[in-house]
């Protein structure tokens, strides 16, 4: 079986090199701007929207002409670029069919890139040599790498390499194409995995991962910071300052997050034949405000997205229970359903069995007695009012 997977690492970059990035990730910025732009000129002048590829020829005759300084950077930059805006109206369109029938409004539209979200990223292709220690880009050369070893050196197919900034900090992902052994059908329990905000997640076998301790320590620094900016002049040097200072908070949680993320995931795919989840409700928990939820719910769904392709890696088949499952609700010794479950109680009792246990640990194990129950698929029935041909 070959499948495809991205290694991201960060780069140590000298002053030239971070030069360079930054131009590069500047003219891809620039030609998705530019391009935006044109599609939107076209459109509203009732022509022919144009693709990446009719913008790319129309870049290149400006690159000639005014555009001398995108000689400078590898043409692979604004060519991705163009058709990352292409994907980004494909999927627009594909929101606005779906939410058309939901009477959704907001179907985000593909918006300009700024540079206050940082420097950006850009994509290239071509020849790129991954050593021990460094990776060698075209255009770009050799860049260092902070980690000796990570970036698979031999055995793959490499795809392509996304160069991107994030709070002052340089990164390389790499996209690779590789032979993975079929995985061993072995004899490995199932699990039910409750994701929280206390605990990380909670394992119907009784056991659990940790939030990191770093976590906590990390997130009311940015809490900190958040205040002092709201102090700060509009405007302000310090203000500039502290803002910079907050965009690395938000990477290091980021970070911490991630980390711990993939260790369970990969301690839970290689461990369990499948696995039964809560299924959230994405699109809800974006609006919320509260931090710790906010971070904690990102964590949820980075958790189902890793489970999802790990899964397939290590054989472990990943289910996402009905949405009105009551898995908190529920007595996982009796079945009996509680109408409420109070968010602050730490335990679960229930009243017909006298069960008191973790309300963390019930609802996995709530989870995991789903996957017990043979799993029904509806059997295909004519509709009762098939219509009758008309004469
Ligand atoms: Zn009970």
């Known amino acids: 079986m070959n499948i495809v997977r991205a290694y991201k690492t960060e780069l140590d970059l000298n002053n030239a090199q971070k030069t360079a990035c930054a131009k590069h990730a500047g003219a891809a910025r620039y030609a998705y701007n ?5 599609k939107l000129e076209a459109h509203q002048a009732r022509k022919k929207v144009p693709t ?3 913008l790319h020829r129309e870049l290149n005759a400006l690159k000639k002409a005014e555009l001398g300084w995108l000689y400078e950077v590898s ?5 991705e670029a163009l058709r990352d805006l292409d994907q980004a109206f494909m999927h627009f369109f594909r929101r606005v069919k779906e939410k058309r029938s939901a009477k959704q409004v907001n179907v985000g539209f593909p918006r300009f890139k700024s540079k206050k979200n940082g420097l950006g990223s850009f994509r290239l292709y071509g020849s790129i040599h991954v050593f021990e220690k460094a990776i060698q880009l075209p255009r770009l050369g050799m860049l260092r790498l902070k980690e000796r070893g990570y970036l698979p050196t031999r055995g793959v197919h490499i795809l392509s390499a996304t160069v991107s900034e994030k709070g002052g900090h340089w990164f390389v992902s790499l996209h690779v194409e590789m032979e993975s052994p079929d995985p061993e059908p072995l004899e490995r329990p199932v699990a039910g995995v409750d994701l929280g905000i206390n605990r990380m997640a909670q ?3 009784e056991t659990y991962y940790e939030n990191p301790g770093a976590l906590r320590s990390a ?4 809490k900190r910071l958040q205040r002092i900016i709201s102090r700060r002049q509009r405007a302000s040097v310090n203000r500039a ?24 995931t990969s301690q839970l795919t290689k461990t369990k034949s499948a696995i039964m989840l809560e299924n959230l409700n994405v699109s809800g928990m974006l609006k919320n405000h509260h931090l710790a939820q906010a971070i904690a719910d990102a964590g949820m769904y980075e958790f189902r997205r890793q489970l999802s392709y790990k899964g397939i890696w290590y054989g472990c088949e990943v289910w996402l229970a009905d949405r009105f499952y009551p898995s908190t609700k529920r007595c996982s010794q009796c079945g009996q359903v509680k109408p409420m479950m109070a968010l602050g109680k730490r335990d679960y009792h229930c009243e017909y069995c006298g ?8 609802a996995a194990i709530n989870l995991e007695q789903l996957l017990n129950y043979p799993l029904i698929k509806l059997p295909q029935v004519l509709r009762e009012d098939t219509p009758v041909e008309s004469m």
Do not use: M, Y
Request: hydrophobic share 50%; with cysteine.
């Open 355 to 362: 069960l008191v246990l973790d309300r963390d640990l019930n």
């Open 34 to 38: 530019w391009g935006l732009a044109r």
């Open 203 to 205: 394992v119907s076998d």
């Open 241 to 264: 300052k502290a803002v910079k200072q907050l965009a690395r908070a938000h990477a290091r949680v980021a970070n911490i997050r991630k980390n711990a993320l993939h260790q369970a």
């Open 219 to 222: 997130i009311s620094k940015l």
């Open 52 to 54: 990446a590829l009719d």
């Open 75 to 79: 043409k692979c930059a604004p060519q």
